[in-house]
């Protein structure tokens, strides 16, 4: 809605929504101010007098003592558990359940970058200008509407989880996500085939040294990012259309002639930069929106929510850590590459490149997540004390609870003919 609203102020719209997001940032720091350290960390370090005094500033008026030795409590399990001195992950990388724990969570939110989500969300109006929307206001409206999309189907995601369980949700969005990406891609496929030709070949000496002369159709022209392409319509039919260099102070018009300036852009005479005229839109639309429903319930959530879970809780800050720092990694590669793909391998060989991720996305998924849902802490460890991709093969024993005894410190668990069948 904001960036819709900034439109009506074309000069500097950008300057007011970049200048815009520094309000929330502002009052998130004020925030930040008068967040005390968590009671937790401040056990750990020693600091308990401080602990127990931000724990009264939390509960108020409540009883703290119970929950004080219970953080307490926990945190002396988690270092007789962790066993060993030296750095977490490096106890992490030399313990084979935390390492394969870790490679499965990092996996997936790898994955979950490189099938393209942030290219759809921080790109989506700009793909449907690609795809043939010329008006920037309705591109935006319409990039709303996938925002909307992926809100509600994230909604459906939350009541999925426990009923449907996390392998099985991540699976049917990963997989919903490749067939979406493909839908996009055939779009993209599909204008770059019926692409317009070039009628006119203006005589003008700029058009001398100039690649844009060379260009028979649009596709190719408007992939040339020091090219345009300027035409003009009646009705359904394109008229006089001619590839022409771009304006280097501005790519809104073309370096000279009838799409050079709005005042000669009269009698159905546009001017398209980044765009091919085209009949397909519809389908990269449907391709978004399929796109956004596959991916918000599984693929969205559902990494964060397993690595949540797959660590032992000497591991879990620092695994998730790691996870984090891969996601973003995998969004910034992802993001500062996605227009140069767009121009070196074609829109629609962009969308086959993130389905084709996706698709491995779902071979890793399938071969190497097991079900976390219902399960305990020291059955999820023991779920990882098998081979890497072996325990993506454990559903046959969703139903079954093992029993685990704590024996100085360390999990045993009973053989399978000591342990019973719960139904």
Request: net charge neutral; with cysteine.
């Given at each position: 809605?904001?960036?819709?609203?900034?439109?009506?102020?074309?000069?500097?719209?950008?300057q007011?929504?970049?200048?815009?997001?520094?309000?929330?940032?502002?009052?998130?720091?004020?925030?930040?101010?008068?967040?005390?350290?968590?009671?937790?960390?401040l056990?750990?370090?020693?600091?308990?007098?401080?602990a127990?005094?931000?724990?009264?500033?939390?509960?108020?008026?409540?009883?703290?003592?119970?929950?004080y030795?219970?953080?307490?409590?926990?945190?002396?399990?988690?270092?007789?558990?962790?066993?060993?001195?030296?750095?977490?992950i490096?106890?992490?990388?030399?313990?084979?359940p935390?390492?394969?724990?870790?490679?499965?969570?990092?996996?997936?939110?790898?994955?979950?970058?490189l099938?393209?989500?942030?290219?759809?969300?921080?790109?989506?109006?700009?793909?449907?200008?690609?795809?043939?929307?010329?008006?920037?206001?309705?591109?935006?409206?319409?990039?709303?509407?996938?925002?909307?999309?992926?809100?509600?189907?994230?909604?459906?995601?939350?009541?999925?989880?426990?009923?449907?369980?996390r392998?099985?949700?991540?699976?049917?969005?990963?997989?919903?996500?490749?067939f979406s990406?493909?839908?996009?891609?055939?779009?993209?496929?599909m204008?770059?085939?019926?692409?317009?030709?070039?009628?006119?070949?203006?005589?003008?000496?700029a058009?001398?040294?100039?690649?844009?002369?060379?260009?028979?159709?649009?596709?190719?022209?408007?992939l040339d990012?020091?090219?345009?392409?300027?035409?003009?319509?009646?009705g359904?039919?394109?008229?006089?259309s001619?590839?022409?260099?771009v304006?280097?102070?501005?790519?809104?018009?073309?370096?000279?002639?009838?799409?050079?300036?709005?005042?000669?852009?009269?009698?159905?005479t546009?001017?398209?930069?980044?765009?091919?005229?085209?009949?397909?839109?519809?389908?990269?639309?449907l391709?978004?929106?399929?796109?956004?429903?596959?991916?918000?319930?599984?693929?969205g959530?559902?990494?964060?929510?397993?690595?949540?879970?797959?660590?032992?809780?000497?591991?879990?800050?620092?695994?998730?850590?790691?996870?984090a720092?891969?996601?973003?990694?995998?969004n910034?590669?992802?993001?500062?590459?996605?227009?140069?793909?767009?121009?070196y391998?074609?829109?629609?060989?962009?969308?086959?490149?993130?389905?084709?991720?996706?698709?491995?996305?779902?071979?890793?998924?399938?071969?190497?997540?097991p079900?976390?849902?219902?399960?305990?802490l020291?059955e999820?460890?023991?779920?990882?004390?098998?081979?890497?991709?072996?325990?993506?093969?454990?559903?046959?024993?969703?139903?079954?609870?093992v029993?685990?005894i704590?024996?100085?410190?360390?999990?045993y668990?009973l053989?399978?003919?000591?342990?019973?069948?719960?139904?």
């Amino acid at each position: 809605m904001l960036r819709w609203a900034l439109t009506y102020f074309p000069r500097h719209h950008l300057q007011y929504m970049l200048g815009l997001s520094v309000l929330p940032a502002v009052l998130q720091f004020m925030g930040f101010l008068f967040l005390p350290e968590s009671p937790r960390w401040l056990i750990q370090r020693g600091l308990t007098q401080k602990a127990r005094r931000v724990l009264s500033q939390i509960r108020g008026n409540q009883n703290i003592d119970e929950e004080y030795d219970s953080i307490k409590n926990s945190i002396e399990e988690e270092e007789k558990d962790s066993g060993g001195d030296g750095p977490v992950i490096w106890r992490m990388l030399t313990y084979p359940p935390t390492r394969r724990a870790l490679v499965v969570g990092c996996g997936l939110q790898m994955f979950q970058q490189l099938s393209g989500i942030n290219t759809v969300m921080y790109y989506s109006a700009t793909i449907l200008q690609m795809s043939g929307v010329r008006d920037d206001r309705l591109a935006i409206w319409l990039a709303g509407l996938t925002t909307l999309t992926n809100f509600l189907f994230t909604l459906l995601g939350v009541w999925l989880v426990e009923r449907v369980g996390r392998r099985k949700l991540t699976l049917g969005s990963i997989i919903g996500t490749c067939f979406s990406l493909s839908l996009l891609a055939i779009g993209f496929l599909m204008s770059a085939q019926h692409s317009p030709p070039v009628t006119y070949h203006p005589l003008d000496p700029a058009m001398a040294n100039s690649t844009c002369s060379k260009y028979q159709v649009c596709e190719p022209c408007m992939l040339d990012p020091g090219c345009g392409f300027c035409y003009r319509e009646n009705g359904s039919a394109l008229l006089a259309s001619s590839c022409v260099p771009v304006n280097k102070a501005s790519t809104e018009h073309a370096a000279w002639g009838r799409c050079s300036n709005s005042t000669l852009m009269r009698d159905q005479t546009y001017w398209a930069y980044n765009y091919c005229p085209t009949s397909f839109s519809w389908l990269v639309l449907l391709g978004l929106v399929f796109y956004l429903a596959a991916f918000a319930p599984g693929m969205g959530p559902m990494p964060w929510t397993i690595n949540s879970e797959i660590y032992p809780l000497w591991a879990r800050s620092t695994g998730n850590a790691c996870a984090a720092g891969v996601n973003w990694t995998f969004n910034i590669l992802v993001s500062l590459t996605f227009l140069h793909l767009a121009q070196y391998i074609t829109y629609y060989g962009a969308f086959f490149l993130y389905s084709s991720m996706a698709l491995l996305g779902f071979v890793f998924t399938y071969g190497c997540l097991p079900e976390t849902k219902s399960r305990r802490l020291e059955e999820i460890e023991a779920l990882f004390e098998n081979h890497l991709c072996s325990c993506g093969a454990s559903d046959s024993d969703e139903g079954r609870q093992v029993e685990y005894i704590r024996v100085k410190g360390s999990n045993y668990h009973l053989s399978d003919n000591d342990a019973s069948d719960v139904d």
